[in-house]
């Protein structure tokens, strides 16, 4: 049965094993995961770093869902406005 774990336990192990303060041994030992598991992890956390530091494009990406929405929510605005004005004209 393969086990899952999740992305914050992942970074644990994986910030540990670069500690290293312990063997990859060790570590599986204390963790309950293969060592090759573990430097596997550890050398994800690496390559995938850089992009805490990469904010810049997850705010433009950011920053356009909530552009759009917002136009969204505007246009649905009117609508609404539009109907209830014709709805009332109709006297209902």
Same mark, same amino acid.
């Given at each position: 049965?393969?086990?899952k774990?999740?992305?914050?336990?992942k970074?644990q &192990?994986?910030?540990?094993?670069l500690?290293?303060?312990?063997?990859?041994?060790?570590?599986?030992k204390?963790?309950? &995961?293969?060592p090759t598991?573990?430097?596997k992890?550890?050398?994800?956390?690496?390559?995938?770093? @850089?992009? &805490?530091?990469?904010?810049? @494009?997850?705010?433009?990406?950011s920053?356009?869902?909530?552009?759009?929405?917002?136009?969204?929510?505007?246009?649905l605005?009117?609508?609404?406005?539009?109907?209830?004005?014709?709805?009332?004209?109709?006297?209902?």
């Amino acid at each position: 049965m393969k086990r899952k774990f999740s992305s914050a336990f992942k970074a644990q &192990v994986a910030i540990e094993a670069l500690k290293e303060r312990e063997t990859l041994s060790d570590l599986s030992k204390r963790f309950e &995961v293969h060592p090759t598991i573990i430097s596997k992890w550890k050398q994800e956390f690496l390559t995938n770093s @850089a992009a &805490v530091f990469d904010k810049s @494009a997850h705010k433009e990406e950011s920053n356009t869902d909530t552009e759009k929405l917002f136009a969204k929510i505007g246009q649905l605005e009117m609508e609404r406005d539009f109907l209830k004005k014709n709805l009332l004209k109709l006297g209902r």
